[in-house]
């Protein structure tokens, strides 16, 4: 059984390749942050090598040494703090790719986070991928594919994956994880489809208050001083420096709220991710025109651009709040 939810179409695909033993080389998975690419890859390395029944069957020895991230022939590498995946790193692997598998049947490299990889490193990559080990497949995940080098893409079978609809991932929190119907509408809304996040914040319930308090900050900057936002910008910049996925995190959240100012402003409210802040949203959107929040959110993509090209974080959010319309609003 797959460990995956949704995506039937990507699962229906490697059902057919695992049957007729039609394996790619390498596979390029897609899609946002928390979307599951890092969850298929794992239970597609473990239906390559597993040995019991209805593969990945998750209880064989080889899919649990898989699971718990213990077989030494699935390899898992990323990014980390550097923000970087460098030519040592791709090198590396390739050692090991030219080495025996230890005691699997179908070696499998993961390279979480493709879009970091550095230039000498995605033609390293490319390298390999031209002349490929048998029994080894590369998974490549990435957010976007636009930063990862075209030839590389091109190596790749591509598989995108889609963010659950709505209805889909609210049946799932309520009947498998016996979640209440507000918070599981709640939940399947902020998370954007994205079941990880969703599942993640039902670890405990501190997230509910630090969106809380990132949401009024973050919808407090509409009607204060310059001053007061740059003081903002360089205290969130220092608190995230080294903390990449909370940065990513924040301009998400960031994201979330100027998509729903445009979606209150164009009368479509129903598909809103904070629909607990309503009025909100509505008195914010009242003193804005269409072309400001289009605008801002433009902006908001640059910022995500700069974040994954390791630009100034200070420099961005200042950027940010310098190009951030200023409005009164009264709640
Ligand atoms: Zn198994």
Not at 39 to 56: E, K, M, R, W, Y
Not at 96 to 108: C, D, F, I, W
Not at 288 to 303: N, Q, R, T
């Amino acid at each position: 059984m797959w460990q995956v939810i949704g995506q039937d179409k990507i699962l229906a695909l490697l059902d057919y390749s695992l049957k007729s033993g039609d394996i790619a080389h390498a596979y390029l998975l897609l899609g946002p942050q928390h979307v599951g690419k890092k969850t298929l890859a794992i239970s597609f390395a473990q239906a390559l090598n597993c040995d019991g029944q209805g593969v990945p069957c998750g209880q064989c020895a080889s899919c649990r040494r898989i699971w718990e991230g213990k077989h030494s022939d699935v390899i898992s590498i990323g990014p980390g703090v550097r923000k970087a995946i460098s030519i040592d790193d791709i090198r590396e692997l390739q050692h090991l790719a030219n080495l025996p598998p230890y005691e699997s049947k179908h070696r499998v490299f993961i390279i979480d986070g493709a879009e970091y990889l550095s230039v000498e490193a995605a033609n390293a990559l490319l390298k390999i991928l031209e002349d490929p080990p048998p029994k080894l497949t590369w998974l490549l995940l990435a957010s976007d594919d636009q930063y990862l080098l075209p030839t590389v893409g091109s190596r790749c079978q591509r598989l995108e994956l889609r963010p659950l609809p709505r209805e889909q991932m609210r049946r799932f929190l309520i009947e498998s994880r016996q979640v209440e119907w507000s918070k599981a509408d709640l939940l399947s809304r902020l998370s954007q489809g994205c079941l990880g996040w969703a599942l993640s914040a039902l670890d405990g319930d501190e997230w509910l208050e630090q969106r809380r308090q990132m949401v009024s900050k973050l919808s407090s900057l509409l009607d204060i001083s310059f001053a007061e936002r740059f003081d903002y910008a360089q205290a969130r910049a220092a608190e995230l420096e080294k903390k990449h996925e909370p940065a990513v995190e924040l301009v998400n959240a960031w994201f979330g709220w100027w998509r729903d100012l445009l979606l209150t402003k164009m009368d479509g409210m129903d598909s809103i991710a904070n629909i607990d802040y309503q009025d909100l949203l509505r008195a914010q959107a009242s003193v804005l025109s269409l072309g400001e929040i289009k605008e801002f959110i433009d902006k908001l993509y640059k910022m995500q651009q700069g974040l994954v090209s390791n630009a100034n974080l200070r420099l961005m959010f200042e950027w940010l709040m310098v190009n951030m319309p200023r409005k009164e609003v009264i709640t």
